[in-house]
T-cell receptor, first 111, second 113 residues
Framework: GQNIDQPTEMTATEGAIVQINCTYQ??????LFWYQQHAGEAPTFLSY????GLEEKGRFSSFLSRSKGYSYLLLKELQMKDSASYLC????????????FGRGTSLIVHP | EAGVAQSPRYKIIEKRQSVAFWCNPI?????LYWYQQILGQGPKLLIQ????????DSQLPKDRFSAERLKGVDSTLKIQPAKLEDSAVYLC???????????FGQGTRLTVV
């Protein structure tokens, strides 16, 4: 089976930096995704990591450590529109590319 | 490029009734997923298609749920009979192939009363 763990909720101030962690335990590993989901809307793709290290894309960065079963999503210069749920999804299992999602982290950005 | 289209957006039914959802993936996408997302949780995979074949349906409650993708393009997901615990958003997603990122539709919000 697979287990993906994220904090349920986080709050941060506009303009600040926030780090959302994701830990996972899977029988195999074929990549990790981060998605953003605003209330009532579809998840939208943010990043993909398959090798260890940091991937930077504008204000968002994602880090992966396969040996530790750990990833984080870093959001810089927070804006009010960043208030959303952030979903970590792992492709695990031998030969499987199906992404399994965590429960998501609800981020609230306040002025 | 048009995104993943789903209909209806909202549906309210009584328990024991049946309901069907429709999904039109992005053109050319061979892989199609149906996910169930209960309020406050992450999406849970119900079924994955590769073209018109089923890749994984291990978490689909087959006594009441069925899905098909007969021509390898559009897909329908059916629930018969519905239970209260089926209240959720049903998300359809597609990708070029199973190794590429998935693009999600807006979902169908089902309420079973």
């Amino acid at each position: 089976g697979q287990n993906i763990d994220q904090p349920t909720e986080m709050t941060a101030t506009e303009g600040a930096i926030v780090q959302i962690n994701c830990t996972y335990q899977t029988s195999g590993f074929n990549g990790l995704f981060w998605y953003q989901q605003h209330a009532g809307e579809a998840p939208t793709f943010l990043s993909y990591n398959v090798l260890d290290g940091l991937e930077e894309k504008g204000r968002f960065s994602s880090f992966l450590s396969r040996s530790k079963g750990y990833s984080y999503l870093l959001l810089k210069e927070l804006q009010m529109k960043d208030s959303a749920s952030y979903l970590c999804a792992v492709r695990g299992g031998r030969g499987s590319y199906i992404p399994t999602f965590g429960r998501g982290t609800s981020l609230i950005v306040h002025p | 490029e048009a995104g993943v289209a789903q209909s209806p957006r909202y549906k309210i039914i009584e328990k024991r009734q049946s309901v069907a959802f429709w999904c039109n993936p992005i053109s050319g996408h061979a892989t199609l997923y149906w996910y169930q997302q209960i309020l406050g949780q992450g999406p849970k995979l119900l079924i994955q298609f590769q073209n018109n074949g089923v890749v994984d349906d291990s978490q689909l409650p087959k006594d009441r749920f069925s899905a098909e993708r007969l021509k390898g393009v559009d897909s329908t997901l059916k629930i018969q009979p519905a239970k209260l615990e089926d209240s959720a958003v049903y998300l359809c997603a597609s990708s070029l192939d199973e190794q590429q990122q998935a693009f999600f539709g807006q979902g169908t919000r089902l309420t079973v009363v």
